[in-house]
């Protein structure tokens, strides 16, 4: 087996080829003087490859040279190629919520077959049900939720684990499962055209006790920091922060430890300085459940 690193692969793709026993091949790329970009498969491969590549900014180069990555894998003798995406860009367009818009995500994915990946393991996308919805080759969704569960136990001791709002409460079941905590959901709404959130308090008894809001990104940081800011309003004791993609864009970060987030942990789906676990893990139970396709 061979593992291809990019230059959007964050040292996943390393971690990965070490844990795999498989042979780490680095492309080369460069950036014409024009602006595109170019990338190349130094080596021969053959069997499976497996190509780590995150999407993170520039969203839009980062896809580009995945595809190339893809396109150049097949070319230099790959018979199967595996895609391990960390983080999936544009997943949060997966419909059109205003009429003339595009469905990005579903963009994104069919890109990836028509560039001839053959399967595909992706880390916590907004919506897994985008994969079965746009895919036909083989695919799975992992969360690296046990990792930031674990990185918060000592911390949290006897706390609660929260989700920001109910669409990311299968997040915050797992971790407190593996915590052994309680866990509920906050009530979110955005105005789709102003981009502003507002969360309405629900009947959690945080009083005293240590929180862990757990999402998928942090982007902007306002869902988290109205989330931290309304549970210290109600008592909690520390409020802890877990994401898996920390895009942290626009001064994310002050804006959550301003409303008194105690501490903000994410995966390294996204380089980042709060990231303080791996999804390699997480990306080798995906390989695992896929691995009669693969
Ligand atoms: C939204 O549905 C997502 O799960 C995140 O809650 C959201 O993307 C976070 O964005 P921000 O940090 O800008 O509030």
């Known amino acids: 087996m061979f593992v291809v690193a990019t230059s959007f692969s964050n040292g996943i793709a390393a971690k990965l080829a070490e844990k795999l026993g498989a042979r780490l091949v680095r492309a080369e790329e460069k950036t014409f003087p024009d602006g595109e970009s170019y990338l190349r498969i130094p080596e021969k491969l053959g069997g499976t490859t497996l190509i780590v590549h995150s999407l993170y900014a ?22 199967r190629v595996v895609v391990a995406i960390p983080y999936v860009a544009y997943a949060r367009q997966d419909k059109r919520f205003l009429e003339g818009e595009p469905i990005t995500v579903s963009i994104v994915l069919r890109g990836l077959e028509t560039a001839g990946a053959d399967a595909l393991v992706t880390v916590d996308i907004h919506q897994p049900r985008s994969l079965d919805e746009w895919l036909s080759i083989p695919h799975v969704n992992v969360l690296p939720v046990k990792e930031l569960a674990d990185y918060f136990r000592v911390k949290l001791g006897q ?10 409460l299968h997040r915050a079941e797992e971790a407190a499962k593996v915590l052994g905590l309680s866990y509920d959901y906050l009530e979110k709404t955005r105005d789709r055209v102003t981009g502003e959130v507002a969360i309405s308090p629900k009947e959690i008894d945080v009083s005293g006790k240590n929180v862990l809001i757990i999402d998928d990104i942090i982007s902007t940081g306002g869902t988290i920091a109205l989330a931290a800011r309304s549970m210290l309003k109600m008592g909690a004791a520390n409020v802890y922060v877990a994401c898996t993609h920390a895009l942290l864009v626009k001064g994310a970060l002050d804006r959550i430890y301003h409303e ?3 501490e903000a942990a994410a995966t390294d789906s996204v380089p ?11 990306i080798l139970r995906g390989l695992q459940q896929i691995r009669e396709a693969i």
């Open 159 to 168: 706390g609660v684990v929260l989700a920001p709002d109910k669409g990311a």
């Open 58 to 79: 520039p969203q839009d180069v980062a896809y580009m040279k995945l595809l190339m990555a893809i396109d150049a894998a097949k070319g230099a003798g790959a018979d």
């Open 260 to 262: 008194g987030v105690k």
């Open 272 to 282: 980042s300085p709060i990231s303080k676990v791996s999804v390699a893990e997480a």
